[in-house]
T-cell receptor, first 112, second 114 residues
Framework: SQQGEEDPQALSIQEGENATMNCSYKTSINNLQWYRQNSGRGLVHLIL?????REKHSGRLRVTLDTSKKSSSLLITASRAADTASYFC????????????FGSGTRLSIRP | DAGVIQSPRHEVTEMGQEVTLRCKPISGHNSLFWYRQTMMRGLELLIYFNNNVPIDDSGMPEDRFSAKMPNASFSTLKIQPSEPRDSAVYFC????????????FGQGTRLTVV
């Protein structure tokens, strides 16, 4: 069964606005990762947050992690047309040394 | 490094035929994953290896699916016999269990079984 579930499934916003995507998971984790997938391509790693971290930044990306609620959010600020893609959260369960399980993804569309 | 290399990029085959997908992970990575992606089921983990040893194959849908990793630089996913419902994009990814554990993905193999 999938570990992570993203919310919303699809999001359409105007260029320049901020985009927020949420992820919920089921079991204790070592870390949580966010990936991006452009149409017809493989997934690309964006950012990793460890279970003992609460917030992390990378450029226009901001990730939060709430282990008590088993949830994470990905914020993309000042969105651009090139940010149009699907975004996935992935978890590394605490019980596994390296197993990476992906959620269902959020399709983000940026309107010019 | 050229990244994770998968072949072929596209495969069209007739139902009942054997299909073999290939993957070359990033040199030095000791974990390798096979995922299947469809619109209906999303991205499913089929099987993963640590140090060439299969650790968890609970995601392999049926006995028609098998995966091997004979050495650290090569893995195969075989479907025999193939069925139309196996049509999907199959991704291989690799990672290191030391330090950051991010996965690096290949470009995928788009399989169509007719």
């Amino acid at each position: 069964s999938q570990q992570g579930e993203e919310d919303p499934q699809a999001l359409s916003i105007q260029e320049g606005e901020n985009a927020t995507m949420n992820c919920s998971y089921k079991t204790s984790i070592n870390n949580l990762q966010w990936y991006r997938q452009n149409s017809g391509r493989g997934l690309v790693h964006l950012i990793l947050i460890r279970s003992n971290e609460r917030e992390k930044h990378s450029g226009r990306l901001r990730v939060t992690l709430d282990t008590s609620k088993k949830s994470s959010s990905l914020l993309i600020t000042a969105s651009r047309a090139a940010d149009t893609a699907s975004y996935f959260c992935a978890t590394l369960p605490y019980s596994s040394a390296s197993k990476i399980i992906f959620g269902s993804g959020t399709r983000l569309s940026i309107r010019p | 490094d050229a990244g994770v290399i998968q072949s072929p990029r596209h495969e069209v085959t007739e139902m009942g035929q054997e299909v073999t997908l290939r993957c070359k992970p990033i040199s030095g990575h000791n974990s390798l994953f096979w995922y299947r992606q469809t619109m209906m089921r999303g991205l499913e983990l089929l099987i993963y290896f640590n140090n060439n040893v299969p650790i968890d194959d609970s995601g392999m849908p049926e006995d028609r699916f098998s995966a091997k990793m004979p050495n650290a630089s090569f893995s195969t996913l075989k479907i025999q016999p193939s069925e139309p419902r196996d049509s999907a994009v199959y991704f291989c990814a690799s990672s290191s269990t030391t330090g950051n554990t991010e996965a690096f993905f290949g470009q995928g193999t788009r399989l169509t079984v007719v």
